[in-house]
T-cell receptor
Framework: GENVEQHPSTLSVQEGDSAVIKCTYS??????FPWYKQELGKGPQLIID?????GEKKDQRIAVTLNKTAKHFSLHITETQPEDSAVYFC??????????FGAGTTVTVRA | NAGVTQTPKFRVLKTGQSMTLLCAQD?????MYWYRQDPGMGLRLIHY???????AKGEVPDGYNVSRLKKQNFLLGLESAAPSQTSVYFC?????????????FGQGTRLTVV
C-alpha cells in the first residue's frame, strides 16, 4: 500500500510568520493530494487539494506545491493566525477509492 | 445540513464485549470509509465501501466487521473488543462521480476498551 511520510510532527510559529509542512509518498500512481485540518474534538476537514497535472495551487493564505518527480508535496500557510492552530494531515490517492494519510502535524501559532 | 453523523460519540467497553458504531450520511455519497486515529499514526483505514451492499478491507481490518445494507449507513462492528482497539474512530464519505473528490468526515467516536 501507499506510504505517506509527513514532517514535522509538531510545529510552533509566531503569529504572522509562515508555516511549511512536507509530505513524501511512495506510489508513483498517486494522482490526488489533499490536505485536511483537524481542530480539537472535530473530524478532519479539507482545506486545499491538488491534482497531479498541477504544480501549485493557492487559496488566500494557503498554498500547496507538488513535485511528482521527487514524490513530495508541501503545504504553505502564510501570515499565520491563532485560528490556524490545529492538526494538519496530508493524504494521497492513486487509482482506487482509498485515501492514505500522513501521521499529522500539530501546528501551534503563538500570539 | 447533517452531513456525516456518527453514533455514539463516546463509549467505554470491557474487554470481550461487542458493539456497533453507526455512520449515517445524507449526501447520497457512494463511497464510505471507517478510519481509526491513534497518536502519532495518523488515520488508518479499517474498511471501506464503494456502494450499497459492498465492503472491502483496508489497512487494519483485523478485529472489525462492517456492513452497508443501506446506501446512507455504514456500520462498524467489534465482535470481541480488545484494549488495542482503544482509539478514536472516524467515518467519512465521498461522492462516487469521481475519485478525486473531497472526503467528508464525521465528528468521531472515542472508544475506550478496559
Amino acid at each position: 500500500g501507499e506510504n505517506v511520510e509527513q514532517h514535522p510532527s509538531t510545529l510552533s510559529v509566531q503569529e504572522g510568520d509562515s508555516a511549511v509542512i512536507k509530505c513524501t509518498y511512495s506510489d508513483s500512481a498517486s494522482n490526488y493530494f489533499p490536505w485536511y485540518k483537524q481542530e480539537l474534538g472535530k473530524g478532519p476537514q479539507l482545506i486545499i487539494d491538488i491534482r497531479s497535472n498541477v504544480g501549485e495551487k493557492k487559496d488566500q493564505r494557503i498554498a500547496v506545491t507538488l513535485n511528482k518527480t521527487a514524490k513530495h508535496f508541501s503545504l504553505h500557510i502564510t501570515e499565520t493566525q491563532p485560528e490556524d492552530s490545529a492538526v494538519y494531515f496530508c493524504a494521497t490517492q492513486s487509482n482506487d477509492y482509498k485515501l492514505s494519510f500522513g501521521a499529522g502535524t500539530t501546528v501551534t501559532v503563538r500570539a | 445540513n447533517a452531513g456525516v453523523t456518527q453514533t455514539p460519540k463516546f463509549r467505554v467497553l470491557k474487554t470481550g464485549q461487542s458493539m456497533t458504531l453507526l455512520c449515517a450520511q445524507d449526501m447520497n455519497h457512494e463511497y464510505m470509509y471507517w478510519y481509526r486515529q491513534d497518536p502519532g499514526m495518523g488515520l488508518r483505514l479499517i474498511h471501506y465501501s464503494v456502494g450499497e451492499g459492498t465492503t472491502a478491507k483496508g489497512e487494519v481490518p483485523d478485529g472489525y466487521n462492517v456492513s452497508r445494507l443501506k446506501k446512507q449507513n455504514f456500520l462498524l462492528g467489534l465482535e470481541s473488543a480488545a484494549p488495542s482497539q482503544t482509539s478514536v474512530y472516524f467515518c467519512a464519505s465521498r461522492p462516487g462521480t469521481a475519485m478525486n473528490t473531497e472526503a467528508f468526515f464525521g465528528q468521531g467516536t472515542r472508544l475506550t476498551v478496559v
